[in-house]
């Protein structure tokens, strides 16, 4: 069996339990470091970029320390490449543990990906085959991460734009293979899911009904640019209401989860990603108050 004893071999104790809802935040951007400082606006928490502040010091450390003492924050990271066949980084877990160990972050989260081999990093978050024997390689280097870290991690499906001939089973197979194995948590993206629906024909609704929802913690919205024939994940715009219906979708099945914003480009003021995280607010209060 190819994932004989993987837990039991893991030297982690790790709760089976979720952590509670933060309810609704944004991605933390420079351009808002000063508003969110002066105007306190009605946001839950924030989602940090963990590689933004892997640093010794400077301005980006000292504006996420003071938006620490007044809100939540989870760290989202983007270099981990837990997907690669290369080893583990030692000296990014080692920045990322003290970042941690600084911010004590709620959760902190990356991709399931790959983004280089032979210390070469070539900033794109590639996919996967979705194979039992890839998901054998990732599941023991989760293992490896948590164990250093000392607590679980959250990995995010990517958005997609190729697919691979070896692939055995779905993307939403693979991933709940992987969370189980390595009994890590998700990040669903729900903008990720509807762009790689569209990209490679599959129904959105059958990778959320297919990922264990007991293992998802935080959700993540954005914007994206239609080609066509093809959607690229950009980060900078507006959320469409298809991906808002998708998000609806999401909490019928799953219920309250933490819920945030991704803006990267384009960046509008602060109170403009506000009025966006009230929809995400105002759906998840009429799914909610439905299913109670």
């Not at 911010?103 to 991709?111: C, E, G, K, L, R």
């Not at 990093?121 to 870290?149: C, F, G, M, S, W």
């Not at 913690?217 to 994940?233: K, P, R, S, T």
Request: hydrophobic fraction near 40%.
């Amino acid at each position: 069996m190819l994932f004989m004893n993987l837990i039991d071999k893991s030297k982690h104790t790790l709760t089976k339990l979720k952590l509670p809802s933060l309810g609704f935040g944004l991605g933390l951007r420079t351009d808002h470091y000063l508003d969110i400082l002066e105007s306190k606006p009605n946001i839950d928490w924030f989602e940090v970029l963990s590689e933004n502040y892997m640093v010794p010091g400077g301005k980006p450390l000292h504006f996420l320390d003071k938006i620490c003492e007044n809100y939540p924050v989870a760290m989202h990271g983007v270099s981990l490449s837990i997907g690669s066949a290369s080893p583990i980084d030692k000296g990014y877990l080692r920045d990322l543990r003290q970042l941690a160990d600084r911010v004590q972050p709620a959760w902190i989260s990356d991709h399931l990906c790959w983004t280089g081999v032979h210390g070469q990093n070539i900033h794109d978050l590639l996919p996967l085959p979705y194979t039992e024997e890839t998901a054998k390689h990732v599941a023991e280097r989760v293992v490896q991460v948590q164990d250093y870290l000392g607590r679980r991690i959250l990995l995010e499906n990517v958005s997609s734009y190729a697919s691979y001939v070896d692939s055995t089973m779905t993307e939403w197979e693979f991933i709940s293979l992987i969370s189980e194995k390595a009994d890590c948590l998700l990040l669903l993206d729900v903008n990720n899911i509807y762009v790689s629906s569209y990209n490679h024909q599959f129904d959105a609704k059958a990778f959320i009904d297919g990922v264990p929802k007991n293992r998802i913690q935080q959700i993540h919205l954005a914007g994206h640019h239609n080609h066509g024939d093809y959607i690229i994940d950009t980060h900078d715009a507006p959320i469409i209401n298809p991906v808002w219906d998708l998000y609806a979708y999401t909490l019928s099945r799953v219920g309250a989860v933490s819920t945030m914003i991704e803006r990267d480009d384009h960046i509008p003021p602060l109170k403009e990603l506000v009025q966006e995280l009230q929809i995400a607010r105002d759906i998840a209060g009429k799914i909610l108050k439905a299913a109670a």
